[in-house]
Nanobody, 128 residues
Framework: QVQLVESGGGLVQAGGSLRLSCAAS????????MGWFRQAPGKEREFVTA????????YYTDSVKGRFTISRDNAKNTVYLQMSSLKPEDTAVYYC?????????????????????WGQGTQVTVSS
C-alpha cells in the first residue's frame, strides 16, 4: 500500500508561482506512474498532468501546458508540480495520485479510475 501526502499549497496572486510536493511511503515508488488532479468548488475532479515511472514521459492537460511542470525524484519518493503564471481559474484542491504497473508507459493514466492511491489534497488559491 502507498500513502501520499501533498504539501506546498497556499494563496498566491495571479501570475505567481507555487511548487507542490507529494511524498509517498513505501519502497516501490518507482513502480508507479504519478499524476496530479484538481477539484474546484462545485466541479468534478479533473486531470492535470501525469509522469511515468522514470520521469521520461509526461503529459499535460491543455489548460496548463507551458505553465505547469511535473517531475519526480525516485530517490526521495516524491513527485512535484511546479506551477507558474497562475490564474484565478487554477484555484482548486490539488491531489496527487499513484497508478501501479509497468503498463503505464508509453501511455500515461489520465482517468480517475486508473489510479490506485490518492493523497488528501492541498488547497491552491489564486487571487486576481
Amino acid at each position: 500500500q502507498v500513502q501520499l501526502v501533498e504539501s506546498g499549497g497556499g494563496l498566491v496572486q495571479a501570475g505567481g508561482s507555487l511548487r507542490l510536493s507529494c511524498a509517498a511511503s513505501g519502497r516501490t515508488f518507482r513502480r508507479y506512474a504519478m499524476g496530479w488532479f484538481r477539484q474546484a468548488p462545485g466541479k468534478e475532479r479533473e486531470f492535470v498532468t501525469a509522469i511515468n515511472w522514470s520521469g521520461g514521459r509526461r503529459y499535460y492537460t491543455d489548460s496548463v501546458k507551458g505553465r505547469f511542470t511535473i517531475s519526480r525524484d525516485n530517490a526521495k519518493n516524491t513527485v512535484y508540480l511546479q506551477m507558474s503564471s497562475l490564474k484565478p481559474e487554477d484555484t482548486a484542491v490539488y491531489y496527487c495520485a499513484a497508478a501501479y504497473g509497468s503498463r503505464w508507459t508509453p501511455r500515461l493514466p489520465k482517468l480517475l479510475n486508473e489510479y490506485d492511491y490518492w493523497g488528501q489534497g492541498t488547497q491552491v488559491t489564486v487571487s486576481s
